[in-house]
């Protein structure tokens, strides 16, 4: 009779750790989604502000927007890289445009992360998190050009 309930404890302790360990795991990762989550967002924003300012092609836009830039003091995203973001320059009606062609007809800048798969951590599931509708628009302003010199060749964005 004491063996069986020993074999019993064993079977109840390894059901109720295994439950715990995935409620702790899920609330980890359930944080871990809603932080990176913020963070994306955070730095689409931050791309979209550069981008409305500095020239097409800045290679800082796409550093701002995985946070790899010296302002983010080595908070890269993780899974993400350069691939990851997209840069639209858009007219009056939302439509993209080619800034380099359609300069002056500019009047929106959108930055996105686009493709962007970060693993789980719970046990038992093999899933990934890959948040979509990541992307922020700005009003274009200057795009790198100033108006008091009178040239339009955009400036370097430091």
Not at 2 to 8: A, D, E, K
Not at 56 to 81: C, M, N, R, W, Y
Not at 129 to 144: K, M, V
């Amino acid at each position: 009779m004491n063996h069986r309930i020993r074999g019993t404890a064993a079977v109840e302790f390894a059901i109720v750790v295994s439950t715990l360990l995935v409620v702790i795991f899920g609330v980890l990762d359930l944080s871990r989604i809603v932080y990176l989550r913020m963070t994306l967002e955070e730095g689409v924003r931050r791309a979209a502000r550069l981008a409305a300012v500095c020239p097409p092609g800045s290679p800082l836009i796409v550093e701002a927007a995985l946070f790899q830039d010296s302002a983010a003091k080595g908070a890269a995203i993780p899974g993400t890289t350069v691939n990851n973001v997209k840069i639209h320059y858009l007219d009056a009606s939302g439509i993209p445009v080619d800034p380099t062609s359609a300069f002056t007809s500019v009047r929106f800048v959108r930055v996105s992360l686009e493709g962007v798969s970060v693993s789980l951590f719970i046990p038992f599931i093999t899933s990934a998190f890959a948040p979509t509708n990541i992307s922020s628009t700005s009003s274009a302003e200057s795009l790198g050009v100033l108006p008091a010199t009178g040239s339009s060749v955009p400036l370097p964005c430091n």
